[in-house]
């Protein structure tokens, strides 16, 4: 996690991620959900809080944070995942009226719309 010579107390901050992803137990390979929970949000969620608040300071940011996990998937949703909701696209394909997530993807494309003409 790129923090060894940067914290003050690299073990401590170690022992903080086990306990708040992996709830204090050693990580094991069937943690994936707890592990793409970490690494989004060391590599994205983090840093782009960071870059907001600096162009925050120049112009007018919107920040979102999208959770909703896909019906029927063992993981969180990670970068660029909600996109399987507004387009069709070659690594998630159409969503169908039949498609549990359907109505919600109706209401996301509704809503980015509005978004885009009204502000």
Same mark, same amino acid.
């Given at each position: %996690?790129?923090? @060894?010579?940067?914290?003050?107390?690299?073990?401590?901050?170690?022992?903080?991620?086990?306990? +708040?992803?992996?709830?204090?137990?050693?990580? *094991?390979?069937?943690? /994936?959900?707890?592990?793409? =929970?970490?690494?989004?949000? +060391? %590599?994205? *969620?983090?840093?782009? +809080?960071?870059?907001?608040? !600096?162009?925050?300071?120049?112009?007018? #940011?919107?920040?979102?944070?999208? *959770?909703? /996990? +896909?019906?029927?998937?063992? #993981? *969180?949703?990670?970068?660029? @995942?909600?996109? !399987?909701?507004?387009?069709?696209?070659?690594?998630?394909?159409?969503?169908?009226?039949? =498609?549990? =997530?359907?109505?919600?993807?109706?209401? %996301? #494309?509704?809503?980015? #719309?509005?978004?885009?003409? =009204?502000?």
């Amino acid at each position: %996690m790129l923090y @060894d010579e940067t914290a003050d107390d690299p073990c401590a901050v170690t022992s903080k991620i086990r306990d +708040r992803y992996f709830n204090g137990e050693a990580v *094991t390979a069937d943690m /994936v959900k707890e592990f793409s =929970d970490l690494n989004d949000e +060391r %590599m994205m *969620t983090q840093c782009l +809080r960071t870059a907001a608040e !600096q162009f925050a300071k120049h112009n007018q #940011v919107y920040l979102f944070n999208f *959770t909703k /996990v +896909r019906y029927g998937s063992p #993981v *969180t949703p990670g970068h660029a @995942d909600e996109l !399987q909701y507004l387009f069709t696209t070659l690594a998630f394909g159409e969503i169908l009226p039949s =498609d549990p =997530d359907y109505n919600f993807s109706k209401d %996301m #494309v509704s809503s980015w #719309v509005a978004f885009a003409r =009204d502000g």
